[in-house]
């Protein structure tokens, strides 16, 4: 059976879209089947992987509105351009319905365990879920359908630690209430611009706190790339295949498949 | 009377909080008497202008948390390091007040303005509202109870730009639910690096897309030493003074003071 691995963390801008896209196509192209599930209303995973304009017929939505789903599994994913990777798009819309879902609380923080998770792990190897900059109702949903949680943090961002170390209690918090397969894959340092002193300042905070094991040793470059990449609507495997940025994300993916508990 | 300056932008990591913190810092050493309100539950701005570990006895949870305020005004209000600036501080448990206020709309989303507007406009010169990564709960009492949004943008950020453009549309929906003062006061262009295409790319596109008196003639340098005053938890006018980026909020206050009607 196959991984689900939510991206967190609360602190805007840290790299979440980005790892999840980038890792998705990597992963494809080592041969993996996998699912990218955007949690977060403002669709940029969605944005990153679909063809522009395309309006997806069925989203996440469906998945979170009403006590049944309306749809059938199939219905709702939609292909990528990237070999190996299809999408359960977002719509701006499921931001709305956070406040039912808060008063359905808290049986509606299982609704995408139960409608994701078994299905997810047959069909797919690794599912990558998405999500917003805060700990907020999506977040928790994920976290409960999750076994893994992968924490990107920004080099040369303090406040991105303490995102981590909140997604870090979260974990624990989740495990409380009864998710019981979920715990912290690794923390993944992006952004690292090796000229500047607070990327190393962070990196070695980072070594001291936490164990080797609940570090990716693969960190990811800070590279203008990835936002010409962005901007062009591609993964920086597809934009620029030869660049360092890329190659970062090919040796993530294997690192990846080497500690992920695949059948 | 003074101005409300709410600054916004839904997309995460372009720069809120430190645009927010330091332009606060350079209004006050313009001679301003400053007022910023923390909205955001991740409290970075409460954090970035608080002594470290004081714990505020009474912060933006009072504010927003019941029909009374159950305070006085002052009592909220804290003392920064820095000459002219208060703070209304922010504690993690507001985060928790969201499903109340939800299901108390829209009533609930003028609650800031009444508490706030009169007394702020009355005692200080410029108040900044920093905002969450998001267009929720928090973001709608900012722009219920302010006259001008600051819209930072992240000159190598696309989806930074769609932020910007969603905050129009949102500033054009509140004047029709009443608050007829809301207006864009600029946007501002952050992070950019003169060495990147893109940023140069992103500039022209806002050139092309808005009028110049929509545009701070100032925009912001990409400097590591943002990075580094934020672990220090100081403005970079405090840790570094001579730098480009302080200069660069020299100028913003300059240009913002030139622009908003003081009294
Ligand atoms: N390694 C990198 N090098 C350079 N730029 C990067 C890198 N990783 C991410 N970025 C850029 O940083 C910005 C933030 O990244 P991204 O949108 O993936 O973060 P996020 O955590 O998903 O943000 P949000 O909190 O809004 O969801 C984007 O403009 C992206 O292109
Ligand atoms: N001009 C700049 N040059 C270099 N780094 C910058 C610049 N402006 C902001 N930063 C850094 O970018 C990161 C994001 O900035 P900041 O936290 O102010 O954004 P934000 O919009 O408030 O984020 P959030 O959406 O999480 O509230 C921080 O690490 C900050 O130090
Ligand atoms: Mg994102
Ligand atoms: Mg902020």
Redesign the interface.
């Known amino acids: 059976a196959g991984s689900i691995v939510a991206v967190v963390n ?5 790299g979440k ?1 980005t790892v999840t896209c980038n890792l998705a196509h990597a992963l494809g192209l080592a041969g993996c089947r996998v699912l990218v599930v955007d949690l977060d209303s ?1 669709c ?1 995973s969605t ?1 990153m992987l679909l063809p522009p304009g395309l309006e997806p017929q069925h989203s996440f939505y469906e998945f979170m509105a009403s006590d049944e789903l309306t749809v059938s599994w199939h219905e709702c994913l939609v292909p990528t351009a990237y070999e190996g990777v299809s999408c359960l798009p977002n719509v701006p819309e499921t ?1 709305g319905l ?2 039912q879902l ?2 359905q609380a808290p049986a509606s923080f299982l609704r995408l365990r139960h409608r994701l998770r078994d299905q997810a792990r047959q069909q797919f190897d690794v599912t990558l879920l998405d999500n ?5 109702t999506f977040v928790l949903c994920a976290l409960h359908a999750a076994d893994f949680v992968l924490v990107p943090v ?1 080099a ?4 991105s630690v303490e ?1 981590l170390l909140k997604a870090v209690r979260l974990i624990n918090e989740i495990r409380r209430q009864g998710n019981l397969d979920l715990r912290l894959l690794r923390l993944l340092i992006n952004q690292v ?1 090796r000229r ?3 990327s190393k ?2 990196a070695a905070q980072l070594a001291a706190a936490f164990r080797p094991d609940q570090v990716f040793a693969t960190s990811i470059p800070m590279n ?1 790339l990835f ?2 990449a ?2 062009a609507r591609q993964t920086i495997l597809a934009f620029a295949p030869q660049s360092s940025g890329s190659r970062a994300f090919h040796d993530l993916a294997r690192e990846l498949l080497a500690i992920l508990p695949l059948s």
Request: no cysteine; net charge negative; aromatic share 2%.
């Open positions: 609360n602190k805007g801008g840290v879209t403002q940029n944005q931001a956070e406040p808060i008063l917003p900059p805060n700990i907020g920004k040369g961002s303090a406040f995102g611009d500047t002193s607070i300042t962070i203008t936002e010409q962005e901007m």
